[in-house]
């Protein structure tokens, strides 16, 4: 069921022309989709910003190298 959900949110992005990725995580037996990734924090803010208009709860995940 869970994966169903992750497909089904990985499809809309993919129509709202976002090159959405399903990951799962074993430890926690659970899927999440990535929208997007970038290169540079700021695009990546700029775009969590706007997906929080739709959804709400989408954050990001910041690579610090």
Known sequence: MWVQNAEGLQQRLKEAG????IVKNEEKNMYRVVASTFA???DAVNSR????????????LYNVR
């Open 49 to 60: 910003d706007q997906l929080r208009a739709t959804y709400p709860d989408a954050w990001l």
């Open 18 to 21: 976002y090159d959405a990725q």
């Open 40 to 42: 540079g924090k700021a």
